[in-house]
């Protein structure tokens, strides 16, 4: 499975931005997906899942302005992030789980990860 991302950019702060993940693989729609972040010298964080059927989740400070979704016609996982933060801004990588289709809350737990797309939020 090969993953490639894009969308990132720079921002001005309260502006938005959409991420967009495009997964090779012909049972793209039975993966997990999730959306993770990292800001130099600290570790990957979790930003949303989403699992096969379109259940989601979110760390805390994304809730209410960021929305994962996924078109399966197109093997890609979008993540819609509003209201953006100068704190949001990071490497934003995309991950897939080929092996579960339910939600994925840990780094650990995907298989494959995209090359990451960089969001820069100026204040």
């Known amino acids: 499975v090969q993953l490639q991302a894009f969308g990132g950019g720079l921002v001005q702060a309260g502006g938005s931005l959409r991420l967009s993940c495009t997964a090779s693989?012909?049972?793209?729609?039975?993966?997990?997906m999730g959306w993770f972040r990292q800001v130099p010298g600290k570790e990957r964080e979790f930003v949303a899942a989403?699992?096969?059927?379109?259940?989601?989740s979110y760390t805390d400070s994304a809730k209410g302005r960021f929305t994962i979704s996924r078109d399966n016609a197109k093997n890609t996982v979008y993540l819609q992030m509003n209201s953006l933060k100068p704190e949001d801004t990071a490497v934003y990588y995309c991950a897939a789980d080929p092996s579960s289709g339910s939600r994925r809350y840990s780094e650990y737990d995907y298989w494959y990860w995209g090359q990451g797309t960089l969001v820069t939020v100026s204040s």
């Open positions: 693989g012909r049972t793209f729609s039975s993966y997990a």
């Open positions: 989403i699992s096969w059927s379109g259940s989601t």
